[in-house]
């Protein structure tokens, strides 16, 4: 059984930083793109970020680029966010997904996804 468990989230004042982790299992993680996607309070998913299976690719929304970085330890099974220059409209959970494939297109092709993990920015 696939299994995806983000952590890392919190609360963070404008301007700061936060690393979210999402440990997989039940998968061979270095087979499959993974992606970041968030969902602001009262809004719909928003894709936010995806990685190619060997982690040589990535892709970011125009809204978090410049300031987040996605990258993967395939050796540790694990997906990671680094987010910087947090802002108030950055509040949101966060879920990390699995692509059906190797690569991060169609941007939104999951098949599965964690539970979330809350990310408050406020002051």
């Known amino acids: 059984e696939v299994q995806l468990v983000e952590s890392g989230g919190g609360l963070v004042q404008p301007g700061g930083s936060l690393r979210l982790s999402c440990a997989a299992s039940g998968l061979t993680f270095s087979n499959y793109a993974m992606s970041w996607v968030r969902q602001a309070p009262g809004k719909g998913l928003e894709w936010v970020s995806g990685i190619n299976s060997g982690g040589s690719s990535t892709k970011y929304a125009d809204s978090v680029k410049g300031r987040f970085t996605i990258s993967r330890d395939n050796a540790e099974n694990t997906l990671y966010l680094r987010m910087n220059s947090l802002k108030p409209e950055d509040t949101a959970v966060y879920y990390c997904?699995?692509?059906?494939?190797?690569?991060?297109?169609?941007?939104?092709?999951?098949?599965?996804w964690g539970q979330g993990t809350q990310v408050t920015v406020s002051s």
């Open positions: 997904a699995k692509y059906t494939g190797n690569t991060y297109y169609p941007l939104n092709e999951y098949d599965y």
